[in-house]
Nanobody, 121 residues
Framework: QVQLVESGGGLVQPGGSLRLSCAAS????????MGWYRQAPGKQRELVAA???????NYADSVKGRFTISRDNEKNTVYLQMNSLKPEDAADYYC???????????????WGQGTQVTVSS
């Protein structure tokens, strides 16, 4: 089994910054794509940013130029640096990883438990 644990959420003023981290642990052979999603109250979960094992990245238009996704394959960890935060960025942020487990033939999609980001003055 694989677990994803997020950290780094909290309350920040508009214009401020936060850095989210998500560490994967368990029976991991290789992690393929990793990403961050968010879900605001009353809205659907949406992709914020994604990164491949080769460090190719993809961002939602709403966060381009403000957020940066990165990963450390040695630590099985993905990060999301969020700058110039806006009230509309407030949401629960979820980590996602496509993981090939030890002894498994097919990768499986895993989710973290979520971390709350509040942007308010």
């Amino acid at each position: 089994q694989v677990q994803l644990v997020e950290s780094g959420g909290g309350l920040v003023q508009p214009g401020g910054s936060l850095r989210l981290s998500c560490a994967a642990s368990g029976s991991i052979f290789k992690i393929n794509d990793m990403g961050w999603y968010r879900q605001a109250p009353g809205k659907q979960r949406e992709l914020v940013a994604a990164i491949t094992r080769a460090d190719n990245t993809n961002y939602a238009d709403s966060v381009k130029g403000r957020f940066t996704i990165s990963r450390d394959n040695e630590k099985n960890t993905v990060y999301l640096q969020m700058n110039s935060l806006k009230p509309e960025d407030a949401a629960d942020y979820y980590c996602n990883a496509v993981v090939l487990g030890v002894g498994k033939l097919q990768p499986k999609n895993y989710w973290g438990q979520g971390t709350q980001v509040t942007v308010s003055s």
